[in-house]
Every structure is written in C-alpha cells, then in structure tokens.
C-alpha cells in the first residue's frame, strides 16, 4: 500500500454513485459484468462495480493512498468490498477512523460538542418526517443515524425509488414549516440528510489534512465525488473530478453551457 506520509498521490473518495451504484442505476450489460461492492445487513449484494469502476479502483489500489469520504456509517463501510488500509472518513465526516479502525479523539469530541445539544431537536423532526408520511401514505422513512451510542443526523429514503416525488414532497411541504436552522438540507436521489452544522465531509476533511500536513511530504490530494453536497470537500483537494453521469457532472455542465452563451 503507498504510504500516505510518502509521495504517492492521496485519493479521496465519496463512495456511492462514485466507485459503486445500486443495481437500477446500470445498464442490463454493465450488470452481467458487476463486481458485487456492497451487501446489506443480511448479507445480501446492494450496491455494484462496473468493469470500468473496477478497472479505475485496481489502478488506484496499485498507485495511491486511498482514503474514503463517504456519507456511510463505520458499519456501513465494512460491508464495502474495498480494503482501505488508511485513515477513513465516514457518516458524512462525522468520523475520523485512524488506519487502526479508532476514532480520532480530538475529532470525536468535536462532533459531539455540536450533537449534544441537538438530541431532542433531532428526534422531534425524525417524528413529525415520520408522521408525515404515514399520514399521506407515503412508503417512505426518516431514520436518525448514530454513531458514538449517540444521535448524529436524519436521513430520509423511500422504499419505492421509482417515486421519489412522494419523498421529496417532505422537503416541499413540511420541511418549510420547522425550524431546522441549526441543520443544513442536503438531496441526491433517493436520499435526503438533515445534518447539524459544522458536521459535513469538508470539516472532516480539512482536520485530517492538517494532520497529514503535519507529518511532512508535499502529497498530492485527488478528490472524486458525485454529488452537490460533495463540493466544498472536492475543493480542498489540489485536483477533483466526478463521474460522468451524476448530479455534479449536470449542474456543472449547466453552468458552462450557460457561460458560453
């Protein structure tokens, strides 16, 4: 593995839609050649690798550091069929995992400073997402995410993601009606987060690059994601980029059609 202290290059990598997709989001003749990347609790395959996916992570296992930044939770990543064998960002950044699978101390005690005083806020919202899909019928679920044994933010999926308009009528008509100041909205397809602020993967992200900043070596950092929110950690990094097909690749090639105008 190249040493991230060293002159190898450091990737930093959103998983989901990034390295792997679920299986609907593939054509019929990329799924007859998917590599299984994730399974379920049940142990059952979730998410997959394209020939493609594969062929980009075999090329960056060999030739630089790979370093997660992922929304997953830490047990989420270990069902990931990809071993990170450095530092790891989860939970949206609100872990730090050392290369020995330990939270980083100082970042821990951070996040929970900021989730502290959000405990009961956090769980009225969970409540009045939850009712508000019960009462339209909606097969849809908010669900608080932990880590630390406490509450860190809400997630929000619908079982059915052929109709995601009946998620996203959440963010449309109940939503405006809360007071969710202190948390920052974040939507890719069939997920909407509900994070506090000051826990986001760039917070994450600059902290642990101060740390390899530390240990010296002018490393070059590469950053993929697919997603909007991905953003403002892409823009730390000295070079990012995104797939082809994903919510980043539209909005940017938006703004360039629109700049040539």
Not at 6 to 24: E, N, S
Request: proline share 5%; net charge neutral.
């Amino acid at each position: 593995m190249p040493d991230p202290a060293g002159c190898a290059p450091i990737f930093f990598l959103d998983l989901d839609d990034t390295l792997f997709q679920t299986a609907r989001k593939m054509s019929a003749a990329q799924r007859e050649q998917a590599v299984v990347a994730a399974v379920d609790r049940q142990g059952r395959p979730s998410s997959f690798m394209t020939r493609t996916q594969r062929n980009l992570l075999d090329w960056l296992n060999g030739n630089a550091c790979l370093i997660p930044v992922t929304g997953r939770g830490t047990e989420e990543l270990r069902r990931v069929a990809i071993p990170f064998r450095s530092w790891k960002i989860t939970t949206h950044g609100a872990v730090i995992l050392t290369p020995d699978d330990n939270a980083e101390a100082a970042w821990r005690e951070h996040v929970l400073d900021i989730v502290r005083p959000l405990q009961a806020e956090l769980r009225h919202i969970a409540a009045c997402c939850t009712a508000f899909f019960a009462q339209r019928g909606y097969d849809a679920f908010a669900r608080i995410n932990q880590e630390y044994g406490t509450d860190i933010y809400l997630v929000m999926k619908h079982r059915d993601s052929s109709r995601l308009p009946e998620l996203y009528a959440v963010m449309e008509s109940l939503l405006p009606t809360l007071d969710i100041s202190r948390f920052v909205l974040a939507s890719n397809d069939n997920n909407i987060s509900l994070l506090p602020r000051g826990i986001d993967k760039a917070a994450a992200l600059r902290h642990l690059l101060a740390r390899l900043d530390a240990e010296g070596g002018a490393r070059p950092t590469i950053g993929l994601g697919d997603s909007l929110s991905d953003m403002p950690f892409l823009s730390l990094c000295d070079w990012w980029g995104m797939p082809r097909r994903s919510q980043l690749a539209a909005v940017v090639g938006h703004a360039v059609q629109e700049a040539e105008r």
